[in-house]
């Protein structure tokens, strides 16, 4: 794959870079795209789509500055030299996680493929400005959780649940019905024929600086103040 100045220099488009690069399912919401120097191999870590300090007080602009700049980018870089000069070099991200899901030598490089595609969903599950969701994404959650509180307890109740390092997530499965679930460590449903809508990161340095031992606190904050659900609304389709 290309690098991201070389799709600059070819005219295309930000959203045909995701594409290219297997993140066309997180194509809004990326900021100025594509950024010069961020590229370091095939796999690129995309620029955050606000300042690292836009989430506070919810998320400090510490935590994102170790959570994006050290671990996000730590996956990326090992990533980069796990894949290089073997078969999944030229692969986009989405290729690379689901080519690697549950193959026992190649576990490795599936836990740091998963890992970029699953933060950067987060990053842009979350909105400074918060929201609230309309239409028929609206409709679809008062179907399957009685509303807005419904769906929030059962996205609260699976993270907090989630026992050890993972993520919960609002899904739509196969028929289009939401529902939620968690995944361990690197584990991500677009390998089990979910659609994923938002994410919530519950490995400890999602929010250890901020709430130390209280993830459920930090579970909630994000879910009454940071979900993007004009993110979620565009992934529903
Ligand atoms: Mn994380």
């Known amino acids: 794959m290309s690098s991201s100045s070389d799709h600059a220099r070819r005219g295309l488009t930000r959203r045909d870079f995701l594409a290219a690069a297997g993140l066309a399912g997180v194509a809004v919401g990326l900021g100025a795209w594509p950024r010069a120097g961020r590229a370091a191999g095939p796999i690129a870590l ?13 998320i400090s602009a510490q935590t994102i500055g170790f959570h994006y700049g050290k671990h996000h980018k730590g996956y990326v870089d090992n990533l980069n030299k796990l ?6 070099a030229d692969a986009s991200l989405e290729q690379i996680v689901k080519a690697t899901a549950g193959v026992a030598d190649k576990t490795a490089i599936f836990n740091n493929a998963a ?13 400074p400005a918060g929201g609230a969701p309309s239409g028929r994404l609206a409709s679809a959650i008062d179907a399957a959780f009685g509303g807005m509180d419904g769906l929030k307890k059962a996205l609260k109740d699976i993270s907090v649940g989630q026992f050890g390092s993972g993520w919960g997530w609002l899904v739509a499965d196969a028929e289009g019905k939401l529902k939620v ?12 024929g979910l659609k994923p809508l938002l994410t919530v990161d519950v490995w400890e340095h ?5 709430y130390q031992n209280r ?8 879910l009454d103040k940071l979900l993007n659900w004009s993110f979620a609304a565009r992934n529903y389709g």
């Open 46 to 58: 995309p620029p955050l789509p606000y300042d690292e300090s836009a989430l506070a007080p919810v």
């Open 83 to 88: 894949i290089q000069g073997t078969d999944l």
């Open 115 to 127: 890992q970029v595609w699953n933060h950067t969903f987060y990053w842009n599950s979350l909105d």
């Open 181 to 192: 679930v968690k995944t361990p460590n690197a584990e991500t449903p677009i390998t089990q």
């Open 206 to 210: 999602a929010y250890y600086l901020d």
């Open 215 to 222: 993830r459920a606190d930090y579970v909630q904050a994000v």
